[in-house]
């Protein structure tokens, strides 16, 4: 499949999954009185490739059923963004050799979510599922001979992939809302780990 059209798929595969919960959730908001089911959140982590620099992320969840039941099905669309970071590399004869890279991802997730605590002012919850993705990265090689002006090389790869991802949050009352901690671990070529704060609506 071409980058193009493999990104073109996970958006609308992403979008598709969006408006469905988005409906489902409200004719059960509407005929079970549930709380609100919508959790919009931002944050950052680490990731565990050398490479790229900490990663920003947003992320929008949709419970499909009542988010105040011990166990819970929500859908997910999320983006995030790897943040440039450039790596200097030794070569011989005083010249020198750096790479800057940087990449994003958007996806979609099914999550299945384990109340813990459904009734309390702090619901701790586990939270898993599977996650279909589309990831983009960029780079830039520039080399710097002793003496020559420095040329630089610019590189895109693009890749699909159906993975994993699980994690563990608290849902803390405030009024009628909720703020809501969350932490993930993304599995994948680059493995990373967004902790992210948000409030429902």
């Not at 988005?22 to 709380?35: D, M």
């Not at 969840?61 to 943040?83: H, K, N």
């Amino acid at each position: 499949m071409r980058p193009r059209r493999a990104a073109r798929a996970v958006v609308l595969a992403s979008l598709s999954v969006a408006l469905t919960a988005w409906e489902v959730a409200g004719q059960e908001r509407s005929t079970t009185g549930a709380g609100r089911a919508t959790v919009v959140a931002v944050g950052a982590g680490p990731v565990n490739d050398n490479g790229l620099g900490p990663m920003l992320t947003s992320r929008a969840t949709r419970y499909l059923t009542r988010p105040d039941r011990t166990l819970s099905l929500a859908a997910e669309v999320w983006g995030s963004w790897f943040t440039p970071k450039t790596l200097a590399l030794g070569a011989p004869r005083g010249n020198s050799l750096s790479v800057r890279q940087d990449a994003w991802q958007v996806g979609s997730q099914l999550s299945g979510i384990l109340n813990l605590l459904p009734n309390a002012a702090v619901q701790p919850y586990v939270v898993a599922g599977p996650v279909l993705r589309f990831d983009r990265g960029n780079s830039a090689v520039t080399e710097q001979l002793a003496a020559a002006a420095p040329s630089t090389q610019r590189f895109v790869s693009s890749a699909v992939s159906l993975d994993a991802s699980f994690g563990a949050g608290a849902r803390i009352r405030l009024g009628d809302r909720h703020l809501v901690l969350d932490a993930r671990v993304h599995a994948g070529a680059a493995i990373h780990f967004p902790i992210t704060v948000g409030l429902t609506f």
